[in-house]
């Protein structure tokens, strides 16, 4: 089972305009997960000439074209569960940019436990979790809205730092144990139905 790390204090993260923001995108590579809308949304960026970022993509990647944008995106292939704390601690920011109804999101769920903001679509049950704009971002599966949302991020590191800073005050951070205790009650309920 997975156990979740305590919050360590180094958890708050020092967020500068003057470096390049740190996207990751964890996970299989599928149509479904929306890859090609965190594409778009980043050739868009480069158009633009917005280049203060850089993606990290952990996940089976063999028809992934990362060309178009030489050395700004790193295929990683498929991390270690023992990896993660390595890769959170190099994440500004989580992308799970999902354009179809996907479960909980445990990737998502992760990073909170790591203090880093994320942001989903309105696809991933993880919003539920989420306070929008106080504890995480929640977009529209749009390429606009992408594309909107990570030109203010980059311009403006004030907002995660704020969203890492509240995720850590959370008093209670949503552990699996207390959703497991949550799904359970939701079944005992549903049985007595």
């Given at each position: 089972g997975h156990s979740f790390p305590t919050r360590r204090s180094s958890d708050l993260r020092n967020y500068s305009c003057k470096s390049t923001l740190k996207i990751t995108y964890i996970g299989p590579l599928e149509k479904y997960k929306g890859i090609s809308l965190l594409f778009n949304a980043l050739q868009r960026l480069l158009k633009t000439n917005i280049n203060n970022w850089n993606l990290n993509i952990y996940g089976s990647s063999e028809n992934i074209n990362t060309e178009p944008f030489r050395e700004k995106v790193k295929v990683n292939g498929t991390y270690d569960y023992s990896k993660l704390e390595y890769i959170f601690k190099n994440t500004d920011v989580l992308v799970v940019p999902s354009i179809w109804y996907e479960t909980f999101g445990y990737i998502a769920l992760e990073a909170f436990s790591y203090g880093v903001p994320v942001i989903v679509?309105?696809?991933?049950?993880?919003?539920?979790?989420?306070?929008?704009?106080?504890?995480?971002?929640?977009i529209k599966p749009s390429e606009d809205v992408l594309y909107n949302k990570l030109q203010t991020l980059i311009k403006n590191r004030s907002i995660l730092s704020r969203i890492n800073d509240n995720i850590i005050k959370l008093s209670s951070i949503y552990t699996m144990e207390k959703h497991t205790k949550d799904v359970m009650k939701l079944y005992t309920a549903l049985v007595k139905i």
């Amino acid at each position: 089972g997975h156990s979740f790390p305590t919050r360590r204090s180094s958890d708050l993260r020092n967020y500068s305009c003057k470096s390049t923001l740190k996207i990751t995108y964890i996970g299989p590579l599928e149509k479904y997960k929306g890859i090609s809308l965190l594409f778009n949304a980043l050739q868009r960026l480069l158009k633009t000439n917005i280049n203060n970022w850089n993606l990290n993509i952990y996940g089976s990647s063999e028809n992934i074209n990362t060309e178009p944008f030489r050395e700004k995106v790193k295929v990683n292939g498929t991390y270690d569960y023992s990896k993660l704390e390595y890769i959170f601690k190099n994440t500004d920011v989580l992308v799970v940019p999902s354009i179809w109804y996907e479960t909980f999101g445990y990737i998502a769920l992760e990073a909170f436990s790591y203090g880093v903001p994320v942001i989903v679509t309105q696809f991933v049950g993880f919003k539920d979790m989420i306070d929008d704009g106080i504890t995480g971002i929640i977009i529209k599966p749009s390429e606009d809205v992408l594309y909107n949302k990570l030109q203010t991020l980059i311009k403006n590191r004030s907002i995660l730092s704020r969203i890492n800073d509240n995720i850590i005050k959370l008093s209670s951070i949503y552990t699996m144990e207390k959703h497991t205790k949550d799904v359970m009650k939701l079944y005992t309920a549903l049985v007595k139905i």
